[in-house]
C-alpha cells in the first residue's frame, strides 16, 4: 500500500483533477452552445432556402449535413482548445488526410457536385421519362451521387450523376403532350395520298391514348432502296404511353394498308443483265479485220 502511495501522490491528482474539471465543463459548454446554435439558425435558414426555390435534398445537404458538421467541427476544435490540445497540429493532420481522401473519392465528389447540379437545374424530376447513357426508362429516384431509372422491361438502373450531365439526355415529359413517329414504307408503285388516307383512317380508329388535337399526320420522310418511307404522327398525353403507342400504331399501319390494298414491301435488290454477247462479236470482227 505504501508503495501504491509513492506512486500516486494523491493530493497532486485530487489538485489536478480540481483544475482539469473547469476546463472539461468549458468544453462541454462549448460543445452545448454551439450545437444550440445550429438548432436555432437551422429552421430559418430552410425557410429561406425553401423560399429561394432549391430542392429538398439540395436543402438537406446544406443544412442537416454541411451546416451541422462545419459548425460541431468548430465547436470540437475550441473544445479541445480548452482542454489544452495542440489544435495546430491536429488540424494540419487533418488536412493531410483530407487531401488523402479527396484523391481517392474524387469520382464520388463529382457525382455529388452533378447531384447538385440535377437539383438545381431540374433537367428531369421523379417521374419523368428520359433516355440518357443509351437507356430509357421513368426515373424513380434521384439521389446525391446517382439517378435510379425504371425500364419498360421493369428492370433497374442505376446510373452516376456524373455520366448523365457529361451526356446528351432527352426528356420525354418535360413539356407535357409528346408525338411520337411511326415509320412506314410502302411499294414505289403506290398512291401516296391513298395510303395516307387509310393510315389515318387506321389511326383514327385508335382512339386513347392517342389525341384528336393535333391530329394525326403522315408525312413522307424518304425515299429507301426498295420503298417510299412515311413516318405516321400521333400526339399523346403521357410520355409513359408512348411504347404501347408505337406497336398499336404499327398493327393498325399494316391492318390498315392491308384493307385498302397496299403494298408494304420487303428489302429486295433488282439486277439488269444486259446480252452483249453481239457487242463482242462485232468487236471481234473488228479485230481481224484490223
Do not use: C
Not at 468549458?26 to 429561394?52: M, Y
Not at 404499327?250 to 453481239?278: C, M, N, S, T, Y
Amino acid at each position: 500500500m505504501d508503495s501504491i502511495r509513492d506512486l500516486v501522490n494523491v493530493q497532486e491528482l485530487m489538485t489536478a483533477v480540481v483544475q482539469y474539471v473547469p476546463r472539461l465543463l468549458a468544453g462541454l459548454g462549448l460543445l452545448i452552445a454551439f450545437w444550440a446554435v445550429f438548432r436555432v439558425v437551422r429552421h430559418p435558414l430552410r425557410a429561406g432556402l425553401h423560399r429561394a426555390g432549391l430542392h429538398d435534398k439540395i436543402i438537406d445537404l446544406i443544412v442537416d449535413r454541411l451546416l451541422r458538421y462545419t459548425v460541431m467541427l468548430i465547436g470540437l476544435v475550441m473544445a479541445l482548445d480548452q482542454l489544452g490540445v495542440n489544435v495546430g497540429a491536429a488540424l494540419a493532420g487533418m488536412g493531410v488526410a483530407g487531401i488523402a481522401v479527396g484523391f481517392a473519392a474524387q469520382d464520388s465528389v463529382a457525382n455529388v457536385i452533378a447531384g447538385i447540379l440535377i437539383f438545381w437545374d431540374k433537367p428531369f424530376v421523379v417521374g419523368d421519362w428520359i433516355k440518357t447513357e443509351g437507356e430509357y426508362g421513368q426515373v424513380s429516384n434521384i439521389t446525391m451521387r446517382t439517378t435510379r431509372i425504371r425500364t419498360p422491361r421493369n428492370t433497374y438502373i442505376v446510373i452516376p450523376n456524373k455520366r448523365i450531365i457529361d451526356q446528351v439526355m432527352e426528356n420525354y415529359s418535360k413539356h407535357g403532350k409528346l408525338r411520337v413517329d411511326v415509320p412506314v414504307g410502302i411499294a414505289y408503285k403506290e398512291d401516296i395520298p391513298a395510303a395516307r388516307e387509310a393510315l389515318i383512317a387506321a389511326v383514327e380508329r385508335i382512339g386513347a391514348p392517342i389525341e384528336s388535337e393535333p391530329a394525326p399526320q403522315v408525312v413522307v420522310s424518304g425515299l429507301g432502296d426498295s420503298s417510299v418511307n412515311l413516318e405516321v404522327r400521333v400526339w399523346i398525353e403521357h410520355a409513359d404511353d408512348q411504347q404501347g403507342t408505337i406497336v398499336t400504331v404499327l398493327e393498325a399501319a399494316k391492318l390498315g394498308l392491308d384493307a385498302a390494298g397496299i403494298e408494304i414491301p420487303f428489302p429486295h435488290l433488282q439486277l439488269f443483265v444486259d446480252d452483249v454477247r453481239e457487242r463482242i462479236w462485232e468487236r471481234a470482227a473488228t479485230l481481224r479485220g484490223a
